[in-house]
């Protein structure tokens, strides 16, 4: 018994193309505004958190408030008062100036000494690269109070450590040497502290760095005859040099408003001769009772530190152009 099918036609098979002139469907409007919506969470926490007291703040830097003022609930508003008073008087160019150099000293020795580990990291087997870098997460975790703590027991005047091992070393002088007492030594102990603390941003990013440098750059330059420093110059500082920039630009701002370290070690003393901005604006403001005129510096600290910002990114982007 057979079974007779019917067979497809010979010819071409016409397939169906869709028409242009059909109208396409318009972009669904919850996929255009997911992308707000993520961001939106973020965008409110930032205007509660750091948009209204900066707006508080610039509100009170145009108040005279002092204690007075403040147990009876009035306002009282004295224009530009508190930045004339602030502006004309010697303190604040004096202590702008020592911020500005003590953030520069810090910043040079953070990426010096970071970008060092972080190249070291690379080199290290695993198992010592393992252990460098879980010592490294230990210090950058470390609270910055109980990490100035640590630093004032080490170079305590009568039991420090530091003390003691240099009088065992040979300087005798150094055994009752008390390290807040001079604005130079005070000054030294903190930026050991910061530079202590900020060294593993700095190495853990220049070694995740390393990690995406293509071995077949380096294979490329051994055979050209390149060395050990013109490998590093020609392969490796250009892949790090974004984020060289990157780093930089965040520890100007993180060393710029140091407050707990300085404070917290010997409170800006002695004499307030380690007065940074932030440590400034809190004593004239909290510890003088002058709120408005403390406002007025918090202010202008964070005018500062956009200026200084923004010449650093000014000269980053200059050369990138001229790079390119």
Same mark, same amino acid.
């Given at each position: 018994?057979?079974?007779? $099918?019917?067979?497809?036609?010979?010819?071409?098979?016409?397939?169906?193309?869709?028409?242009?002139? *059909?109208?396409?469907?318009?972009?669904?409007?919850?996929?255009?505004?997911?992308?707000?919506?993520?961001?939106?969470?973020?965008?409110? %926490?930032?205007?509660?958190?750091?948009? @209204?007291?900066?707006?508080?703040?610039?509100?009170?830097?145009?108040?005279?408030?002092?204690?007075?003022?403040?147990?009876?609930?009035?306002? *009282? !508003?004295?224009?530009?008062?508190?930045?004339? =008073?602030?502006?004309?008087?010697?303190?604040?160019?004096? &202590?702008?100036?020592?911020?500005?150099?003590?953030? %520069?000293?810090?910043?040079?020795?953070?990426?010096?000494?970071? %970008?060092?580990?972080?190249?070291?990291?690379?080199?290290?087997?695993?198992?010592?690269?393992?252990?460098?870098?879980?010592?490294?997460?230990?210090?950058?975790?470390?609270? &910055?109070?109980?990490?100035?703590?640590?630093?004032?027991?080490?170079?305590?005047?009568?039991?420090?450590? &530091?003390? @003691?091992?240099?009088?065992?070393?040979? !300087?005798?002088?150094?055994?009752?040497?008390?390290?807040?007492?001079?604005?130079?030594? #005070?000054?030294?102990?903190? #930026?050991?502290?910061?530079?202590?603390?900020?060294?593993?941003?700095?190495?853990?990013?220049?070694?995740? %760095?390393?990690?995406?440098?293509?071995? *077949? /750059?380096?294979?490329?330059?051994?055979?050209?005859?390149?060395?050990?420093?013109?490998?590093?110059?020609?392969?490796?500082?250009?892949?790090?040099?974004?984020?060289?920039?990157?780093?930089?630009? /965040?520890?100007?701002?993180?060393?710029?408003?140091?407050?707990?370290?300085?404070?917290?070690?010997?409170?800006?003393?002695?004499?307030?001769? $380690? =007065?940074?901005?932030? &440590?400034?604006?809190?004593? =004239?403001?909290?510890?003088?009772?002058?709120?408005?005129?403390?406002?007025?510096?918090?202010?202008?600290?964070?005018?500062?530190?956009?200026?200084?910002?923004?010449?650093? /990114?000014?000269?980053?982007?200059?050369?990138? *152009?001229?790079?390119?």
């Amino acid at each position: 018994m057979t079974v007779q $099918t019917e067979r497809p036609p010979s010819g071409p098979v016409d397939v169906h193309k869709p028409d242009d002139r *059909e109208p396409r469907r318009p972009p669904q409007r919850g996929g255009a505004l997911a992308p707000y919506l993520l961001l939106l969470p973020a965008c409110v %926490a930032t205007v509660l958190l750091l948009g @209204w007291p900066l707006l508080k703040d610039v509100l009170l830097s145009f108040q005279n408030l002092n204690m007075a003022q403040l147990i009876q609930h009035v306002t *009282e !508003w004295n224009g530009i008062d508190n930045y004339k =008073e602030t502006l004309t008087g010697g303190d604040f160019w004096r &202590v702008t100036l020592r911020s500005i150099l003590f953030t %520069a000293v810090n910043v040079v020795l953070i990426m010096i000494f970071g %970008a060092l580990i972080g190249l070291l990291l690379a080199r290290l087997g695993k198992r010592m690269r393992v252990t460098l870098m879980i010592g490294l997460v230990l210090a950058w975790a470390m609270p &910055v109070v109980a990490a100035t703590t640590v630093y004032q027991w080490l170079f305590a005047q009568r039991f420090g450590v &530091v003390n @003691w091992v240099l009088d065992k070393l040979g !300087w005798h002088s150094m055994a009752d040497y008390s390290w807040t007492s001079s604005q130079m030594s #005070t000054f030294f102990v903190v #930026t050991v502290l910061i530079v202590w603390m900020s060294i593993p941003f700095v190495a853990l990013n220049l070694y995740a %760095a390393t990690t995406t440098i293509p071995d *077949e /750059l380096y294979e490329a330059a051994a055979l050209d005859g390149a060395g050990a420093w013109r490998s590093f110059t020609t392969v490796t500082f250009p892949f790090l040099r974004p984020f060289l920039y990157a780093t930089t630009f /965040l520890e100007i701002i993180w060393v710029f408003k140091a407050f707990v370290q300085v404070y917290a070690f010997n409170g800006g003393g002695p004499d307030r001769l $380690t =007065e940074i901005l932030p &440590v400034y604006a809190y004593i =004239e403001g909290v510890g003088n009772q002058h709120y408005g005129r403390g406002a007025a510096i918090a202010v202008l600290t964070i005018l500062i530190l956009l200026a200084l910002t923004a010449y650093y /990114l000014r000269i980053v982007l200059k050369q990138e *152009e001229d790079e390119l």
